[in-house]
């Protein structure tokens, strides 16, 4: 008879028990060597090839699997340390000691621009004695609700529509437009003919909207956007979904982000912006009327509230790194839905701002 079949019910419990329990366990570790991580980085994200070790020496093998330049930091019990910035498609390593305890593990890029659009997670790092979890207390402590942040912003001071024209700092940008691969060649065509430039003209009109932030597609947004173009035309937008999939030269925001550095010389994609930080920024979409009549009822939306980048009384491009002006510029841009045609307006999309606007934050849900 096979030995194994031999083996009591009991115990052939027991061992597939004891073997499933190991396969929970964190990583051990060879005597004297460090226990490896392997981490992936990309838009927007951070992969750790385990997410409990325990305590002692680990090295992590960091690649940058994405298309812009990305760097790895681990962040709790006293320790704060990162790897040089990681360019697409290279790697770099990291040894640390680490003791038992929680540790945040993130991109660090921009100031934290990357972090704040996904790019974190949590490292758990176990004493030996911990590192076999126990059959009982399995059922997980039910978490919080997490609080629901919302912003409302209001449109304020002078207006302007923006108009198609060259990039102001084109030499600024050069070199960062080298990092962007396939998509260089459609933000190069944005320097000589784009969205962000000096050709502007007064307008009128007014702009309300509140946005919560929920947390990754749960996000939201609700507004009204009424104004007027140089050619007299009377717009009114109204805001009814946010946009959660990837953007050409933009993050994907998940909807809605409260509190981001980007743009320019952030490493936070498109460098056609001057530097800035800003309030909220979000994509969305809505229904866009002209002369009270529907022009699409799937107009792709970009707002941001943001740092002045504009100077009175001429309203051109005043700064390359803006981001420490006041936070009070509304950004309403708004382009066609995908496949549409583009709108009976200079350059095909409009681009509005408010140049002293107001906000309010709040802690209730919607």
Known sequence: MNSMLAVPSRNVARLLFAALAFAGTPSNRLAGHPAAVSVKLSEWKVELSQNSITAGPVTFTVT????IPHAFEVEGRGIEQETTVIQPGSSATLTLTLKPGTYEVYCPVGNDSHKKLGMQTDLK???????????????ATPESAPKVQAIRVMGGGTVIQILPGPFPFPDSAAPILQQFGDEREGLESQVKNGPYSDNVTRSTGTFTFTAWDKGAVRDSVDGIAEFTTLDGARWKLVLDRVQTKD?????????????????GNTAVHTPLVPTINSAVALWAFGHL???GGLVTDNAMVHVMLLSRTRREPDY???CWDCSRNKIDELQLQILPGPGEAKFDAPGGFLFVNWEKSSIVYSQHGR
């Open 316 to 318: 051109k491009l005043a």
């Open 125 to 139: 790092v176990v004493g030996a004695a911990d590192a076999a979890p126990s059959p009982y207390n399995a059922a």
């Open 289 to 291: 009327y002209k002369n």
């Open 64 to 67: 940058n699997t994405g298309t």
């Open 247 to 263: 953007v050409p030269h933009h993050p994907r925001f998940g909807g809605v982000i409260l509190g981001l550095y980007y743009h």
